[in-house]
């Protein structure tokens, strides 16, 4: 087991550290023993009052979120990070047996960056988890050189997306977005009037080895919209292909 040892490691050079939140203990030692078989260090919590705790303590670097948890919702302990801590980068991964669409999507507006239904395969969990990672270690070291992928977008409209300060706006108003929504966002508003399939989409943002389904993008894309409002009319859906984004004409 060297290997995955060798590779979850954080910028310092340590372990990258897993918060597992779950209150049912069978499902909460099967998730932590596939964490540390990858790898990983784990933190883990029963209740959503001893996340917080120590999540403002130890500062993980991922959070593996239940939402129906003693005391504190999962969706409170969300709801605290990314707007009472303000830990909007923080990487949550909400693994629920709430399935129902209003779930996923409440989840996913809330600031988590993918949702799981239980039951799952601990492995799938794993995967997403060092995705995630990847993806947001890419972020950080990403390069200043001019490439396109750092540059500000400001369109005819008056959308204005800033991926160095992971900041975006409408007309003068920001709007929050997860990592995913913004990353989605920026890729199709970069290349406006492009038709992305929702495969191209997985595989840009989140990488070809991302266990995603097509179905949990159009959610995303769904979040964004609403976020986005009546910028949002501008993320247009490709009836049997994706979707693209395209400003109307004045």
Same mark, same amino acid.
């Given at each position: 087991?060297?290997?995955?040892?060798?590779?979850?490691?954080?910028?310092?050079?340590?372990?990258?550290?897993?918060?597992?939140?779950?209150?049912?203990?069978?499902?909460? &030692?099967?998730?932590?023993?596939? @964490?540390?078989?990858? $790898?990983?260090?784990?933190? /883990?919590? #029963?209740?959503?009052?001893?996340?917080? /705790?120590?999540?403002?303590?130890?500062?993980?670097? +991922?959070?593996? @979120?239940?939402?129906?948890?003693? %005391?504190?919702?999962? +969706?409170?302990?969300?709801?605290?990070?990314?707007?009472?801590?303000?830990?909007?980068?923080?990487?949550?991964?909400?693994?629920?047996?709430?399935?129902?669409?209003?779930?996923?999507?409440? %989840?996913?507006?809330? %600031?988590?960056?993918?949702? +799981? =239904?239980?039951?799952?395969? =601990?492995?799938?969990?794993?995967?997403?988890?060092?995705?995630? +990672?990847? /993806?947001?270690?890419?972020?950080?070291?990403?390069?200043?050189? $001019?490439?396109?992928?750092? !540059?500000?977008?400001?369109?005819?409209?008056?959308?204005?997306?800033?991926?160095?300060?992971?900041?975006?706006?409408?007309? $003068? &108003?920001?709007?929050?977005?997860?990592?995913?929504?913004?990353?989605?966002?920026?890729?199709?508003?970069?290349?406006? $009037?492009?038709?992305?399939?929702?495969?191209?989409?997985? #595989?840009?943002? !989140?990488?070809?080895?991302?266990?995603?389904?097509?179905?949990?993008?159009?959610?995303?894309?769904?979040?964004?919209?609403?976020?986005? *409002?009546?910028? *949002?009319?501008?993320?247009?859906?490709?009836? *049997?292909?994706?979707?693209?984004?395209?400003?109307?004409?004045?």
């Amino acid at each position: 087991m060297q290997g995955p040892n060798m590779q979850n490691t954080s910028a310092s050079g340590g372990k990258q550290t897993i918060l597992v939140v779950e209150d049912e203990m069978d499902i909460q &030692e099967l998730i932590c023993y596939h @964490l540390r078989m990858e $790898g990983f260090q784990v933190e /883990r919590a #029963s209740a959503g009052d001893e996340a917080l /705790r120590i999540i403002q303590t130890n500062e993980p670097n +991922l959070v593996v @979120l239940d939402l129906m948890l003693p %005391g504190i919702s999962g +969706l409170e302990v969300l709801k605290n990070l990314r707007f009472v801590m303000n830990l909007k980068s923080l990487p949550v991964i909400i693994a629920s047996a709430r399935t129902e669409e209003s779930d996923i999507i409440t %989840g996913l507006e809330l %600031g988590a960056d993918d949702y +799981l =239904p239980k039951p799952f395969s =601990p492995k799938v969990l794993t995967a997403k988890v060092k995705a995630l +990672l990847r /993806r947001v270690q890419g972020d950080r070291e990403a390069p200043t050189n $001019g490439d396109i992928a750092q !540059k500000n977008v400001i369109t005819p409209a008056g959308l204005t997306m800033d991926p160095l300060r992971h900041t975006c706006s409408f007309k $003068g &108003e920001e709007i929050n977005f997860t990592a995913t929504e913004f990353a989605l966002l920026y890729l199709m508003v970069s290349e406006s $009037g492009r038709v992305f399939t929702r495969n191209q989409l997985i #595989s840009t943002v !989140k990488g070809s080895d991302y266990p995603v389904t097509e179905r949990s993008i159009d959610v995303q894309i769904a979040s964004l919209r609403r976020k986005l *409002g009546v910028a *949002g009319e501008a993320v247009k859906t490709v009836w *049997g292909i994706g979707y693209k984004y395209q400003e109307q004409e004045s």
